[in-house]
Each structure stands twice: as structure tokens, then as C-alpha cells.
Nanobody, 126 residues
Framework: QVQLVESGGGLVQAGGSLRLSCTLS????????MGWFRQAPGKERGFVTT????????YYADSVKGRFTISRDSAKNTVYLHMNSLEPVDTAVYYC???????????????????WGQGTQVTVSS
């Protein structure tokens, strides 16, 4: 069974940093992407970033460019989300997602991803 296990959320002050990790168990894909979405209270889930596990190409939402970095360890089927200069608006549940059909033009669409993690809470205090 394919599972995504996330870790690393927590409470941090504005301007601080956090690192999230997500490990894919039993990968059945040969060429796939792993990424992060987030959902703040009362808002729809939105795209944060994604990376191609084979090629390393990374994509970011404009709101996090320059502050967040996604990296991968393909041997461990794991991605990391390094979040710097965190702001209260970054407060959300962060979900890891993966899919084999994700194309560069569609990375922001949640429907392109096949599997999702359970989510991890990130809270940024002002």
C-alpha cells in the first residue's frame, strides 16, 4: 500500500524556520513528482511546491519563492520542505502529495496527484 508519512510541523515565531519531511513508502512509480500543498482555516487547499524525483525540477508558488526550498533524496523516496522567513500567513496544515501523471503545466492542480499524506500543522505566531 502506498503511503506518505509527513513530519516536522510545529509552532514557530515569525521570521523563524521549519523543515518538513515526507517519505513515500512502497513507491510503484518510476518517474514521479512529490510536492506540498497547504490549507489554512477557512481557505481552500493551495499549491506550495513540487519537485520531480527523477530530474530534480522544482516549482514554487509565488507566495513562497525565495523563502521555501524543496529538496529530495531519491534513494530514500523522501522530500524536504525547508521553510525560512516564516510569516503568520504561512500558518496552515501542510499536505504532502505524489503522482506519476504530474506535468510541469499542471503542478498546481491537486487532482494531478494520486496519493496524499495525513497533513502536518504549521503555526507561525506574530
Amino acid at each position: 500500500q502506498v503511503q506518505l508519512v509527513e513530519s516536522g510541523g510545529g509552532l514557530v515565531q515569525a521570521g523563524g524556520s521549519l523543515r518538513l519531511s515526507c517519505t513515500l513508502s512502497r513507491p510503484t512509480f518510476s518517474n514521479y513528482a512529490m510536492g506540498w500543498f497547504r490549507q489554512a482555516p477557512g481557505k481552500e487547499r493551495g499549491f506550495v511546491t513540487t519537485i520531480s524525483m527523477s530530474f530534480g525540477s522544482a516549482y514554487y508558488a509565488d507566495s513562497v519563492k525565495g523563502r521555501f526550498t524543496i529538496s529530495r533524496d531519491s534513494a530514500k523516496n523522501t522530500v524536504y520542505l525547508h521553510m525560512n522567513s516564516l510569516e503568520p500567513v504561512d500558518t496552515a496544515v501542510y499536505y504532502c502529495a505524489t503522482g506519476e501523471r504530474v506535468t510541469p503545466s499542471a503542478v498546481t492542480y491537486g487532482d494531478e496527484y494520486d496519493y496524499w499524506g495525513q497533513g502536518t500543522q504549521v503555526t507561525v505566531s506574530s
